[in-house]
């Protein structure tokens, strides 16, 4: 709401070059907010902060909006706004859609999730799916076009050895069933054959010769066994809630049809050069310790071809076969000058032009007690679907101690969404560049920043807006069917009755408090759509349920007076309108009862 102008103001006030700035928003004790960017500004400029507040001030835009403005202390800004304004803002609001970008809507591609065939999703999968899913739904909402590729690892030549090793065991055997219940162990029995059986090496080595040259019954096998994991991941994906469907596989196996004239193409260009028997690019900016450029290798010097030529490949056909605007690699942090690597040599040689923005959403690794990546206590990969499962039994434990009453069947569901919204969570209110603990304690605890708090702050409020529709409902039974707020805004709430559609008042200062952070929603949408960061949507919706909580310490709801009530009911529905979507955004799922 407020953000932009301000950004308007510190842009009018000291050039374009400040727009970006951020403008450090912040609740304020003496006023709704405070602008706390004027000292920063101030000492870039070389001006007293005071005056470079004064010239923020004197640029903004407020017409009305407000009914104080005033510096303050070493150059703060305290704005109060005028309550009529807010109050016209929420309620039209209230009954509208937010995101709509500012921007005009783009298609953009995201990389994501992207885990290996016949081997283990790992946390760090886990990740890039949890974070890919959540930008693509936050993408999504702001009216961009979204389309989702899982660049899944399903060629190159360890499949000579998955390949033989599949025959030889036979697709019933129990061992093939591992590749979708335990994937890592059945890449070990394959592997172990290989290092072991020197006949085994060899026939895995002319399979992948086989498989290189299309052979018809290799490929077949081949697809069998690809199948097989699509099964593994899919699970996963359905108990994590995610968007990916088969549709959206685009894995690196078809782009190796194109490698070859790739590369014939950038030597023939001058843009590729054999350096030790390997072909390789040398993209500007790059270069080693020893000061000398850094290839990227493209062809080796056997004529096998990389995850560098792959990644060249998507980028060409995701420009111009899916006509990307923007290009998003939601990828592990380590393969962070890999992915420079590739734009760069992609911009040089035309399939990225300057129009396309690609950018390497960097993951980062999630860690052990111990601080280092999460293991399990054999110190072999975790079983990211026994991980799940524990999030899962967990949350139901803490769901059977605190809600014994309800039943079986809803606390097995709630779990489910506790559990899981817990984990996804957790991945999500962190940096996504940052390395985070993995610790069940703290991701399902109650209070703070966890997905189990915000999620119970909107059980709470579907329980309330329940109550207030049964005390209705018992008041004008027999009376024209109490509309049942079709088409308000708390989808799935029975019966908030008018509510949901009554006007709200903003009166006491928690109201306010909460009214100021809802009418933020839309701008905080288009920050994270942005600067693809989930955890500001987090952040929002932490301040949100406790700004709820406060509200509903302080004002009486089903108790106040019947207008108050209304008015308090409809502001509730909001809420919970918000953090419901908010929730879904970051793919989780808000349960009925907590
Ligand atoms: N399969 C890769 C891995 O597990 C991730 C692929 C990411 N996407 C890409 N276009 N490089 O590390």
């Not at 929730?583 to 009862?593: A, F, K, Q, V, Y």
Request: charged fraction near 25%; charge should be negative.
């Amino acid at each position: 709401m407020v953000v932009p102008r301000v950004q308007a103001a510190i842009a009018q006030a000291f050039g374009e070059e400040f727009r970006d700035t951020d403008p450090v928003v912040r609740p304020s004790q003496f006023a709704d907010i405070q602008i706390n960017a004027a000292m920063a500004i101030a000492k870039k400029v070389g001006l007293p902060p005071r005056d470079a507040a004064a010239r923020i001030v004197e640029a903004l835009e407020l017409d009305g909006l407000c009914t104080g403005v005033e510096i303050s202390g070493p150059g703060f800004i305290n704005l109060t706004f005028d309550g009529t304004w807010i109050e016209e803002l929420l309620n039209a609001q209230a009954s509208q859609p937010q995101g709509g970008p500012e921007t005009p809507a783009q298609r953009v591609v995201v990389d994501y999730s992207s885990p290996n065939v016949a081997k283990e999703m790992h946390v760090g999968h886990l990740r890039t799916t949890v974070v890919g899913d959540s930008l693509v739904r936050v993408l999504e909402a702001l009216g961009h076009t979204v389309i989702r590729q899982n660049h899944i690892g399903d060629w190159g030549t360890p499949f000579g050895m998955l390949i033989e090793h599949w025959l030889e065991i036979g697709e019933d055997s129990p061992e093939a069933a591992l590749l979708v219940e335990d994937p890592s162990a059945f890449y070990q029995a394959a592997r172990a054959k290989f290092d072991g059986d020197a006949d085994f090496a060899t026939r895995a080595r002319l399979r992948v010769v086989s498989l290189q040259s299309a052979h018809e019954e290799t490929l077949e096998v081949w697809q069998r066994l690809v199948d097989h994991s699509k099964v593994y991941f899919n699970a996963i994906y359905a108990t994590l809630g995610v968007s990916l469907e088969d549709d959206h596989i685009a894995g690196e196996s078809s782009y190796d049809p194109h490698l070859a004239q790739l590369c014939q193409e950038l030597e023939e260009r001058g843009l590729a050069r054999i350096s030790e028997g390997a072909l390789c690019t040398f993209p500007a900016g790059f270069t080693g310790r020893d000061g000398e450029p850094l290839p990227l290798i493209i062809r080796k010097s056997d004529g096998g071809y990389g995850y560098a030529t792959t990644d060249l490949a998507t980028i060409r056909y995701r420009v111009q076969e899916l006509h990307a605007d923007r290009i998003l690699y939601v990828v592990g942090a380590p393969q962070n000058v890999h992915l420079r690597m590739v734009f760069e040599s992609a911009r040089e040689a035309g399939w990225l032009p300057d129009s396309v923005e690609a950018t390497h959403v960097q993951i980062g690794n999630v860690l052990g007690e111990d601080g280092k990546i999460l293991k399990s206590r054999s110190g072999t990969p975790v079983k990211l679907m026994a991980l799940l499962d524990e999030a899962v039994d967990r949350a139901r434990a803490v769901v059977d101690a605190s809600r014994p009453e309800l039943p079986e069947e809803e606390r097995a569901v709630t779990a489910r969404q506790v559990g899981i919204g817990a984990v996804k969570y957790a991945d999500l209110s962190t940096g996504h560049d940052t390395e985070y603990v993995f610790d069940f304690d703290r991701m399902l605890a109650l209070s703070g920043n966890t997905g189990p708090y915000v999620q119970y702050a909107a059980a709470r409020i579907r329980s309330i807006l329940r109550k207030a529709g049964e005390a209705e409902a018992s008041t004008t039974a027999g009376a024209a069917a109490g509309e049942p707020a079709a088409g308000s805004p708390a989808e799935g709430v029975p019966a908030a009755g008018a509510a949901a559609g009554a006007r709200i008042a903003v009166v006491e200062p928690a109201e306010r408090a909460l009214a100021l952070h809802l009418l933020e929603y839309g701008a905080t949408l288009r920050r994270v759509g942005e600067l693809l960061e989930p955890h500001r949507l987090c952040a929002y919706l932490f301040e949100l349920s406790q700004l709820f909580t406060a509200f509903y310490d302080q004002c009486p709801v089903l108790k106040a007076d019947e207008s108050v009530r209304q008015s308090r009911l409809a502001l509730c529905a909001v809420v919970l309108h918000r953090l419901s979507e908010g929730l879904d955004l970051l793919g989780i799922e808000t349960p009925e009862n907590m």
